[in-house]
């Protein structure tokens, strides 16, 4: 059986983005080395270190896809084209955009919470793993004790102000335990199984 997990690249001081959603420096280590890696459904190519290679596609686990609107929103619907082409369960309270989807076939689920957008990606999952993205969704997830592993990029940039990774956790018995630790260019790959108790 798959499991939840969420990932995301983080500042030193617990930022994910900037006040504006930007991310500036923070995708630096996408691009600061020699390994080229193309992501399923993108059509770019990063060039990272060794390191980061290897890291990234041992993780490559995503089999479904849950985000919030705000990312859904801010990367304009990926043009149709969800991150992997994985099936999208999107966690919204208002409808699609009215001109979607851009494509046809586009694997797109709207859905109005993190309860049902999960029961429904565990039901298409067929065993692969689900990937939670936005920091609500990831913080929401904790909340309710339904998040197994937790990933992080941490990069050495201070950003001051911004979007958290770890804001409203408000889950008292949750529990860290490191699973693997590497050690990129500018950026250390972090990844720890969550329990709860």
Same mark, same amino acid.
């Given at each position: 059986? +798959?499991?939840?997990? #969420?990932?995301?690249?983080?500042?030193? *001081?617990?930022?994910?983005?900037?006040? *504006?959603?930007?991310? +500036? /420096?923070?995708?630096?280590?996408?691009?600061?080395?020699?390994?080229?890696?193309?992501?399923? !459904?993108?059509?770019?190519?990063?060039?990272?270190?060794?390191?980061?290679?290897?890291?990234?596609? &041992?993780?490559?686990?995503? +089999?479904?896809?849950?985000?919030?609107? !705000?990312?859904? *929103?801010?990367?304009?619907?990926?043009?149709?084209?969800?991150?992997?082409? #994985?099936?999208?369960?999107?966690?919204?309270?208002?409808?699609?955009?009215?001109?979607?989807?851009?494509?046809?076939?586009?694997?797109?689920?709207?859905?109005? #919470?993190?309860?049902?957008?999960?029961? /429904?990606?565990? @039901?298409?999952?067929? +065993? &692969? @793993?689900?990937?939670?993205? !936005?920091?609500?969704?990831?913080? /929401?997830?904790?909340?309710?004790?339904?998040?197994?592993?937790? &990933?992080? *990029?941490?990069?050495?940039?201070?950003?001051? @102000?911004?979007? &958290?990774?770890?804001?409203?956790?408000?889950?008292?018995?949750?529990?860290?335990?490191?699973?693997?630790?590497?050690?990129?260019?500018?950026?250390?790959?972090?990844?720890?199984?969550?329990?709860?108790?």
């Amino acid at each position: 059986m +798959g499991i939840v997990f #969420s990932s995301f690249t983080m500042s030193l *001081d617990g930022f994910v983005a900037y006040p *504006d959603d930007s991310v +500036g /420096q923070l995708f630096e280590w996408y691009t600061n080395g020699d390994v080229e890696v193309r992501p399923a !459904g993108y059509p770019i190519t990063f060039r990272m270190s060794a390191a980061s290679a290897e890291y990234w596609h &041992r993780n490559e686990t995503e +089999g479904v896809f849950v985000c919030g609107r !705000g990312i859904f *929103d801010h990367a304009n619907g990926w043009g149709g084209r969800p991150p992997n082409d #994985s099936p999208t369960f999107v966690i919204t309270h208002r409808p699609p955009p009215a001109d979607w989807p851009p494509v046809p076939d586009a694997p797109f689920t709207f859905v109005d #919470s993190v309860e049902s957008a999960l029961d /429904q990606a565990r @039901d298409v999952a067929a +065993g &692969r @793993d689900i990937n939670v993205a !936005g920091p609500s969704i990831a913080q /929401q997830c904790l909340n309710l004790g339904v998040l197994d592993e937790l &990933r992080v *990029d941490l990069v050495p940039i201070l950003i001051r @102000d911004g979007v &958290r990774y770890f804001d409203k956790i408000e889950n008292e018995h949750t529990h860290l335990e490191l699973l693997q630790l590497v050690e990129g260019t500018r950026v250390t790959h972090l990844r720890y199984r969550v329990t709860y108790s």
